[in-house]
């Protein structure tokens, strides 16, 4: 007899293999200024590899450990979620992520679904954020499609384990953004469509926005960056 899960919503098991390599991306990237516009009139990969090291100025800017310089943690979350709002679609990945039950949210609802799943991937990408440990990133190739879509694939390298890690990217108002992350040829997008399908199929979305809002209120830990050395 099978054994009914509960619904997680959360598959952030494998999301350190996802963000970390946006980390490590930087270390190959070409210096830049800090501020620059991230995604404007940039070639994909690109995008990329000036959000990451804009990442890694503001971790050094803004030192944050939970015992020491806790004065710079509100500064570098605030700067961290700042970039990866430049580079992130949060609008398109919340639309692709419900899929055709986007027709069962009220327009309120829908305002409060994307602000929630925002929340939820912004405070998931902060904590992997501190979890970089050496590893290597090689570019493997950027392919555009029809002009307004594209893949960046990369392989991560460690120790251990080589995991290829590919970023999918759409234009819109000249601007490249992603909105999927691939781990393994895993999608995180459709990692939670499959999820957010499965509830939307039997509840209403108000059920759906209750479970976001309790899972962010078990998450409502102030940012403390990394443990102390």
């Known amino acids: 007899m099978s054994v009914k899960r509960p619904y997680s919503l959360y598959p952030f098991m494998w999301l350190r293999s996802v963000l970390i390599p946006m980390v490590i ?31 890694l100025t ?10 020491k310089n806790t004065k710079n943690c509100p500064k570098q979350e605030a700067e961290i979620k700042k970039i990866a709002e430049s580079f992130i679609d949060f609008d398109q990945v919340a639309r692709l992520s419900v899929g055709r039950y986007r027709r069962r949210f009220s327009e309120a609802e829908w305002d409060k679904f994307k602000g929630l799943f925002k929340r939820l991937l912004l405070n998931t990408y902060m904590k992997r954020l501190q979890e970089y440990s050496g590893e290597k990133v090689v570019y493997e190739k950027e392919r555009i499609f029809k002009g307004i879509k594209a893949q960046v694939d990369t392989k991560v390298i460690s120790d251990t384990k080589t995991i290829p890690v590919s970023y999918r990217l759409l234009k819109k108002d000249g601007k490249w953004k992603v909105y999927d992350i691939l781990v393994e040829g895993v999608s995180l997008l459709k990692n939670y469509r499959r999820q957010f399908s499965n509830i939307l199929r039997k509840k209403k979305a108000s059920y759906l926005i209750k479970k976001l809002e309790k899972k962010l209120q078990a998450e409502n830990i102030p940012y403390g960056g990394k443990e102390d050395a």
């Open 25 to 55: 991306i930087a270390l190959t990237a070409p210096s830049i200024l800090y501020g620059e516009d991230i995604s404007n009139n940039q070639k994909p990969k690109k995008v990329i590899s000036m959000a990451v090291q804009e990442v």
């Open 58 to 67: 503001t971790l050094k800017k803004y030192p944050c450990t939970r015992k």
